[in-house]
């Protein structure tokens, strides 16, 4: 890593928090992410960056599906542990909150939610630690209206950190 470029300018950029979602036959999972963009507007296509050793990136690998839940300012920090510090190798995160069935078999979890998608995955870039899946929207809906959680409004109101699997993790303090 180049130490002639200011690590500090990454934390200026702004983003929403999601749960990324998927599944492996009877198997659900999902994950927070920071990095759900829509990329393209005719096709409607969205992109999301999952880190390669995640459970959920294993699933959408194998299924070729992703749902996600955008999230509000009403989310709990035991709710954001659950699914931004822990595993779905170690524990079952969906019986641990409400959540329905999306078109494409995807869990698409309800609460804290403001809105849904779905997608077919068309294209993926591995970047070798993270890889980028790109799907095609299927299913979109609005839940409630209401405030999207940013990445600055979770660490400065809710105090909370990134895990070193984040695409955003920054080593230096
Ligand atoms: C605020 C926040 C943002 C995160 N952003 C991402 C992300 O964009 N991509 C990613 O792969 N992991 C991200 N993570 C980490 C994953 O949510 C975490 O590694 C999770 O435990 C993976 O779960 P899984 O193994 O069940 O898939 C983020 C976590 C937090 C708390």
Known sequence: MSPEFDRRAFRDLSYGLYIVTSLDGDRLNGQIVNTVIQVTSDPARVAVILNNQNLTHKFISKSGLFGVSVLDESAPMTFMGLFGFRSGRDVDKLSQVEFKMGVTGCP?????????????????????????????????????????????????????????TAPTYNPVK
């Open 108 to 164: 698409l979890v309800l609460e804290h939610a403001l809105s849904v998608l779905e997608a077919k995955v068309i294209d993926r870039i591995d970047l070798g630690t993270h890889t980028i899946f790109i799907g095609d929207t299927v299913n979109a809906e609005v839940l409630k209206e209401g405030r999207p959680l940013t990445y600055r409004y979770y660490q400065e109101s809710l105090k909370g950190k990134a895990p070193a």
